[in-house]
């Protein structure tokens, strides 16, 4: 199948992005790197009647680390998160993520504002957002505003965005000198949308968690960021205690059903998931009990 007939315009300046959002609201639709646009006006998901094209626009591409903050342009491709040092650097759950983020065609295309801003449920990016306290910074007519991960994503692709504003950049806290991470998930296929995955990031103090976030993708509409984890922090983790997390996730997760899996299959791999997760990042083999406990 081909799209609907539409209008196509190239953005000289985010300025002018924002007057041809703002003159067209939602018939109008952004195109960053096309990986998940094109192919839904294609099989005509969707029909915008017009595409603003920010292609071209140099100031949302880069990446640059500026004391503990380091910032992500809306338009940096899946190909230079993966390569780029400073986020190996500082945000390394990254770059383990985007190694799992399809395959290299659509990673030299795609964008991490256009992973962003499309939402899907079951994508990595999103997930490593959350476990990663981002800021996501958008601008429309009416001015800057800075969405914490946590608030932006609402729903299966759907976000805090207005059809008027375009997603400008990330801002990433750098990690600290404990910090520790996790990345890990179930896909038929290296590449395909996962089942069920878990970004996390944490803070381990000695043989204890002083913080951890869990982050789960496509076990909900949205990321999940997982309070049983609270459960395993500023303790020493027994497996008694991590039983009783992973009770509480099976609790807090309303995953959907649908061709790949079962919502008790997909509960079950988010148990694996923090098991593995914790036994890891705590250098605990005792603790990995397969999701069972
Ligand atoms: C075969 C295949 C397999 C894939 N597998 C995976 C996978 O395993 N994991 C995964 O996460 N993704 C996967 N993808 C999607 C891919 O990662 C896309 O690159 C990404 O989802 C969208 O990035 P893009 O730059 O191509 O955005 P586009 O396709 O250009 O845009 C996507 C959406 O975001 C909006 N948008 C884009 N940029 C902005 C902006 N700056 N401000 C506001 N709105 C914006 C667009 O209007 C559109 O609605 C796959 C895609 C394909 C075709």
């Known amino acids: 199948m081909k799209a609907s007939a539409f209008s196509y315009a190239r953005a000289t300046s985010v300025a002018n992005a924002l007057e041809l959002l703002t003159a067209h609201g939602d018939r109008a639709k952004v195109l960053s790197g096309g990986q998940s646009l094109m192919p839904a006006m294609n099989l005509r998901l969707i029909s915008p009647e017009l595409i603003v094209d920010i292609g071209e626009l140099a100031e949302l591409r880069g990446i640059a680390v500026s004391g503990c903050i380091l910032t992500i342009g ?56 959350v476990a990663l306290s981002a800021t996501i910074l958008v601008r429309g007519p009416k001015g800057e505003r800075r969405i914490a991960a946590g608030d932006f994503f609402k729903g299966i692709y759907e976000t805090a965005l207005s059809p008027d504003e375009l997603l400008m950049a990330i801002e990433l806290p750098v990690g600290g000198p404990n910090s520790a991470h996790f990345f890990h998930e179930f896909a038929r296929r290296h590449g395909d949308y996962a089942i069920a995955g878990l970004a996390a990031q944490a803070t381990v103090d000695g043989d204890a968690f ?45 995953p959907q059903e649908d061709h790949q899996a079962s919502a008790s299959m997909r509960r079950h791999l988010a148990k694996v998931l923090m098991q593995r997760c914790v036994s890891t990042l705590l250098g605990r083999s005792d603790l990995n009990t397969g999701g069972v406990a």
Do not use: K, W, Y
Not at 116 to 124: G, Q, R, T, V
Not at 223 to 241: G, K, Q
């Open 210 to 254: 002083t913080e951890l976030r869990l982050a789960f993708f496509a076990v909900g509409d949205r990321p999940v960021l997982a309070s049983a984890a609270n459960r395993l922090v500023d303790v020493r983790v027994t497996p008694a205690i991590l039983s009783e997390a992973s009770a509480a996730l099976a609790e807090e997760l309303n």
């Open 74 to 129: 809306a338009l940096t491709r899946h190909v230079d998160l993966q390569r780029s040092p400073d986020v190996a650097a500082h945000a390394p759950l990254l770059t383990e993520a985007i190694a799992h983020v399809a395959h290299p065609a659509i990673r030299n295309r795609g964008t991490i504002g256009g992973s962003l801003a499309h939402a899907d449920p079951a994508s990595e990016l999103p997930a490593c957002m």
